[in-house]
Nanobody, 122 residues
């Protein structure tokens, strides 16, 4: 069964850190690109970072570069998003998703988790 389950969201002060987890089914983790996306109230869903075990690659959007790190744990089929130096603008629901394409456009993603709320207070 194709499944993605996020966890790790919460409330943090500006400048703080959070680590999000995306537990994926083995097939998705092994063969798909796994992306982290976020959606703030009233805004479109946007890409944050990508991970591919198959290709051994990562990608970050400008909003994530230098502050966020995406990584994978092969034994747990889990993709992490370590978020440092958080800002109030990072407040959003964060989703992980899986795609057969190496792409940052959320329209290309077939499988989605339920999302986890991240709130950064000023």
């Amino acid at each position: 069964e194709a499944q993605l389950v996020e966890s790790g969201g919460g409330l943090v002060q500006a400048g703080g850190s959070l680590r999000l987890s995306c537990a994926a089914s083995k097939r998705l983790f092994e063969d798909y690109a796994i992306g982290w996306f976020r959606q703030a109230p009233g805004k479109e869903r946007e890409g944050v970072a990508l991970f591919s075990k198959k290709g051994g690659d990562t990608y970050y959007t400008n909003s994530a570069k230098g502050r966020f790190t995406i990584s994978g744990d092969n034994a747990k089929s889990t993709v992490y998003l370590q978020m440092n130096s958080l800002k109030p603008d990072d407040t959003a629901v964060y989703y992980c998703a899986a795609s057969t394409l190496w792409a940052i456009d959320p329209q290309h993603y077939e499988y989605w988790g339920q999302g986890t709320q991240v709130t950064v207070s000023s």
